[in-house]
């Protein structure tokens, strides 16, 4: 009985953990995704000598960035 019930509880938070590590590894791969790889691609792409690719990808993703972040006032 205490090891079914053990079982149950241990299952229970253990997965809230697992859930919680999902949550925070996904956060932390938008802020690397965000700080890193999108610029460094970018830089890639203009060294390349593909400014007319290298431009509009600036021009538009920094729209959705003004769109999306919300303002602090």
């Known amino acids: 009985m205490?090891?079914?019930?053990?079982?149950?509880?241990?299952i229970m938070i253990f997965g809230r953990l697992l859930f919680f590590a999902l949550r925070l590894a996904?956060?932390?791969g938008k802020v690397v995704f965000s700080l890193v790889f999108l610029p460094l691609t970018l830089l890639g792409i203009f060294l390349k000598?593909?400014?007319a690719v290298a431009l509009p990808a600036l021009i538009i993703i920094g729209?959705?960035?003004l769109l999306t972040v919300p303002s602090r006032a």
Do not use: D
């Open 63 to 65: 729209i959705i960035s």
């Open 2 to 10: 205490f090891t079914i019930m053990f079982s149950i509880l241990m």
């Open 26 to 28: 996904w956060g932390i």
């Open 49 to 51: 000598g593909l400014i």
